[in-house]
T-cell receptor
Framework: DTGVSQDPRHKITKRGQNVTFRCDPI?????LYWYRQTLGQGPEFLTY????????KSRLLSDRFSAERPKGSFSTLEIQRTEQGDSAMYLC????????????FGQGTRLTVV | GNSVTQMEGPVTLSEEAFLTINCTYT??????LFWYVQYPGEGLQLLLK?????DKGSNKGFEATYRKETTSFHLEKGSVQVSDSAVYFC???????????FGQGTTLQVKP
């Protein structure tokens, strides 16, 4: 297994456009997380899935953001009507359910809204 | 709510110097604590972890002890190397959901 992969690595979009990011977790991992990281800050939790069920969403996640994990495998994060404030690194992580299991992170998708 | 506070950087040290990066947390329940590291151009990776009070996590010469009485998880290394230059994150982990709460990160630069 090559770890958590995210696509694309970079995305530049115009304000008001929709964007979609993909995350492929480590294959046997049943939990998948999305985080957002802005320059000079630590990652902030956005949402997580256990298998295909989305179990928690941060208050940071406005209604322009939606995430899915069909069939409990890969996940997509869509941002509609992008704003300049959405510019950030979007990180995906996966783990196995259990106490204190390690979360493995992807390299992230860097979004720039112009 | 739950939060993590770590010392601000950047921290600049000479090779072989002693490193301490302070971290304190506020929490409900019984979190796990982690240090994650981000080397230049690479993704986040786990450096060490501790799952309960008085546990000591260690890896690559780094250590941190989970102190419940002081709600701290300070990172230490006795002799840093240039290759340790990176951003270090103190992280609180929910035992129920695995959700992670990150500190703001501390940039370490080690000079030869």
């Amino acid at each position: 297994d090559t770890g958590v992969s995210q696509d694309p690595r970079h995305k530049i979009t115009k304000r008001g456009q929709n964007v979609t990011f993909r995350c492929d977790p480590i294959s046997e991992h049943n939990r998948l997380y999305w985080y957002r990281q802005t320059l000079g800050q630590g990652p902030e939790f956005l949402t997580y899935f256990q298998n295909e069920a989305q179990l928690e969403k941060s208050r940071l996640l406005s209604d322009r953001f939606s995430a899915e994990r069909p069939k409990g495998s890969f996940s997509t994060l869509e941002i509609q009507r992008t704003e300049q404030g959405d510019s950030a690194m979007y990180l995906c992580a996966s783990s196995l359910k259990g106490i204190s299991t390690e979360a493995f992170f992807g390299q992230g998708t860097r979004l720039t809204v112009v | 709510g739950n939060s993590v506070t770590q010392m601000e950087g950047p921290v600049t040290l000479s090779e072989e110097a002693f490193l301490t990066i302070n971290c304190t947390y506020t929490a409900t329940g019984y979190p796990s604590l982690f240090w994650y590291v981000q080397y230049p151009g690479e993704g986040l990776q786990l450096l060490l972890k501790a799952t309960k009070a008085d546990d000591k996590g260690s890896n690559k010469g780094f250590e941190a002890t989970y102190r419940k009485e002081t709600t701290s998880f300070h990172l230490e290394k006795g002799s840093v190397q240039v290759s340790d230059s990176a951003v270090y994150f103190c992280v609180y982990g929910s035992s129920n959901t695995g959700k992670l709460i990150f500190g703001q990160g501390t940039t370490l630069q080690v000079k030869p």
